[in-house]
């Protein structure tokens, strides 16, 4: 009895390279901001959640009125991982320690962690976050340890 395991496929080893467009008129001012150094993100006006990623819309009420607040810089570390073994995305880079760190208003942030060796890190360490520009000057942002 043979199985019919579906149509037969080709598998290549070649590099795939995606482009992509996201929209983002309507949390634009994040963008911007983190271009300026700033960070902003946006609180429903209608029950007061404050959200992170930036919403158009409420993830709680779903209501549309949203207003853009600044969440500060300084965090503390919630917990963190070394990365040894890297995505095919991230295979030029050297390993890295991501991390959550909270912010002020209770907002939990992921991002790598930069200028600390891993041994060196623990849980309730104060971080900050700092903006980036890749080399096609996209913005990001990393957390950094503070002084």
Not at 72 to 100: H, K
Request: proline share 7%; with cysteine.
């Amino acid at each position: 009895m043979k199985l019919d395991s579906g149509p037969p496929t080709l598998q290549s080893r070649r590099t795939l390279s995606l482009r992509f467009n996201l929209p983002i008129s309507k949390t634009h001012q994040f963008w911007d901001g983190l271009r300026e150094g700033k960070f902003v993100t946006t609180r429903c006006t209608d029950c007061g959640e404050v959200s992170f990623p930036p919403q158009a819309d409420c993830p709680r009420c779903m209501g549309s009125n949203v207003e853009w607040v600044d969440m500060g810089t300084d965090a503390e570390l919630v917990t963190f991982t070394y990365v040894l073994v890297t995505p095919t995305s991230f295979v030029q880079n050297d390993p890295y320690v991501v991390a959550i760190g909270r912010l002020g208003q209770g907002l939990k942030i992921l991002a790598w962690v930069e200028g600390s060796q891993v041994e060196r890190l623990k849980v309730g360490d104060k971080l900050r976050l700092e903006a980036r520009s890749s080399s096609d000057g996209a913005p990001y942002y990393v957390f950094v340890t503070a002084p």
